[in-house]
């Protein structure tokens, strides 16, 4: 069972691969991670109102975190399926036994488990830091200024969630462009630069709504305002519908526009 | 017994190439196969095609009775491919390229990666990364790869490029034990005519997306008219055989050689003649038209063989 599951969640090639590049683009995050939470502790203390507090600085890096995870999203995904058809790895692979669609499946499976991964690094590293800064004892007063910590504790993880959910709803989407292009420097290329479009657009608010980035920053925003011990701008239950559906339907876009593409997808070098 | 393989009226068509057309090809039980043709003939398509990396325009391949188009996953099951120039995960040790490969077709016992690696001389090195394997190396594991799954059906493509003469003669040892004792079927694409002619069972040559010729050399050979006696003196042999009724030449190739261009005449009535004449024949040899010579008369010369 537990072979199975490395098999499918590519866990098993991770280990074999055992690369340097792997560990040091996770020393490389962590230390993104650990810049964004002392340049929010700094802006913090020169502008916010009071002090910072431990959930604002969770919040607010978690935010500011989202970025680099979609891009490590598309690097993952972009490599994981791209490399193997510019390194003709693709005719080791598609000439064996498996079906396509199990490929295609493992390949998004292990990206998005891959970045779950990031996504509870952000938050381990961050909690432990403003833990050790401010007490840990102060991310768990019962009444943390006008909302209490035991509904910040359940927003935030909502809001990992959401966050995780639409990072796969990327994670999918971008499949398409890497199977179209089957090259990873192109695919991020083109990916990054769809990525700067899509936030200009979701600057139109007729548009906002529809979009993927609104999805990954809607319901950290709401969180970073909750840590601020701010009203609310939406109701959780409104919030958490929206980004699902939303999320939900980039995601299946993106499955059902991959799989039509590898299903027909013909290794002509 | 379900063929190994069986194509029926395959055309694949590109933009504007026509690659293939109505190619019919069956591979009924074990052997070695020769696939011979030019550049550009359409032999690359067909493999790429029975191995399921592009789709066929028209036409049915059936591999062990098994429509790919129906179901790719068991189809591919009975087969085992090596592309020419084989690549690999040239991040991971050419053992662990094995157990990925042997993991993704769902094989819980790695003991079989192994054995392989060391069927194909590789086990010294099977902890080294591939991105620092040779050509030859990355040809050894291409084979270790496309016997993973034990298939019926083996396809290789240019083989031996890239193989030093010493591996070139251990693939020559290879490929009959995996045909004549392993009781597979063994499609071989290669440019080396005299390999093949040596190797191969039978022979499919393929010309401008069709097939030409099929068949074992000798059915595909025209009936040879020349035999070459070796004589103690060839100028006496010549006076000999000079005004032989159904002999349209003699030649001689030397000292003690004659070639004699007898259409009509059988060899041992030639023989029979030399000796009534009191010329003692020391050896004599048949001239069989050669792969090569078989190749260029059906395809022709002004292309490349590939």
Aim: hydrophobic share 50%; proline share 4%.
């Amino acid at each position: 069972m537990w072979r199975e599951v490395c098999r499918v969640t590519g866990a098993e090639w991770l280990r074999a691969r055992r690369s340097r590049a792997t560990l040091t683009g996770l020393v490389v995050y962590v230390l993104v991670v650990g810049i964004l939470y002392f340049t929010y502790y700094l802006a913090v203390r020169r502008s916010f109102v009071g002090i910072p507090t431990g959930f604002y600085l969770c919040g607010a890096v978690l935010s500011a975190a989202v970025t680099p995870l979609a891009f490590i999203g598309v690097l993952l995904i972009a490599f994981s399926l791209g490399r193997e058809f510019s390194s003709g790895t693709i005719h080791l692979v598609w000439t064996r036994p498996i079906s396509r669609l199990g490929w295609l499946g493992g390949k998004v499976l292990s990206s998005v488990i891959h970045l779950k991964s990031f996504l509870v690094l952000t938050l381990v590293i961050v909690i432990t830091v403003a833990g050790a800064q401010f007490g840990f004892s102060s991310l768990m007063e019962k009444d943390y200024l006008i909302h209490s910590a035991g509904s910040l504790w359940w927003n935030l993880l909502l809001v990992i969630v959401l966050t995780w959910i639409a990072l796969i709803a990327t994670v999918s989407i971008v499949c398409v462009p890497a199977l179209y292009i089957a090259s990873p420097g192109v695919t991020i290329t083109v990916c990054v630069a769809g990525g700067f479009v899509l936030q200009l657009a979701a600057g139109w608010e007729v548009l906002r709504p529809f979009l993927l980035p609104t999805y990954l920053s809607s319901p950290l925003a709401q969180f970073v305002a909750m840590s601020k011990g701010l009203p609310l701008p939406e109701e959780w239950s409104t919030l958490t519908r929206t980004c699902l559906l939303g999320s939900l339907g980039w995601m299946l876009a993106g499955w059902l526009w991959a799989a039509w593409i590898v299903k027909r997808k013909e290794v002509l070098n | 017994m379900t063929s190994f393989l069986q194509i029926e009226n395959l055309h694949k068509r590109y933009r504007t190439v026509h690659a293939l057309r109505g190619v019919n090809l069956e591979l009924p039980g074990p052997g070695i196969y020769g696939l011979l043709g030019p550049n550009g003939a359409g032999k690359t398509t067909a493999i790429k095609l029975i191995a399921g990396l592009i789709k066929p325009t028209e036409g049915r391949i059936r591999i062990s009775g098994i429509d790919i188009r129906d179901d790719p996953v068991r189809a591919l099951a009975s087969i085992g491919v090596m592309m020419e120039m084989p690549r690999f995960y040239d991040h991971l040790s050419g053992g662990d390229n094995l157990r990925v490969l042997a993991l993704l077709s769902g094989q819980r016992d790695q003991r079989r990666a192994d054995q392989l690696m060391d069927r194909v001389g590789l086990s010294a090195k099977a902890g080294e990364k591939v991105s620092a394997y040779s050509r030859g190396m990355r040809q050894r594991l291409g084979l270790a790869a496309a016997l993973l799954d034990d298939p019926r059906l083996v396809i290789l493509d240019e083989p031996t490029n890239g193989l030093d003469p010493a591996g070139i003669a251990e693939f020559r040892q290879w490929l009959p034990q995996m045909a004549h004792e392993e009781q597979r079927a063994i499609l071989l694409s290669s440019h080396q005519m005299g390999e093949m002619e040596r190797i191969c069972d039978n022979f499919t040559i393929v010309s401008r997306g069709t097939i030409v010729a099929t068949g074992k050399a000798a059915d595909l050979a025209q009936p040879r008219t020349s035999v070459v006696f070796r004589v103690p003196d060839a100028e006496a042999a010549l006076a000999a055989l000079h005004d032989v009724q159904g002999i349209t030449n003699v030649e001689v190739l030397g000292a003690d050689r004659i070639r004699a261009d007898s259409p009509a005449a059988p060899t041992a009535a030639i023989n029979r003649i030399l000796v009534n004449r009191g010329i003692d024949v020391i050896e004599i040899t048949e001239e069989r038209e050669s792969l090569e010579e078989i190749f260029f008369r059906l395809v022709g010369r002004d292309h490349d063989v590939a």
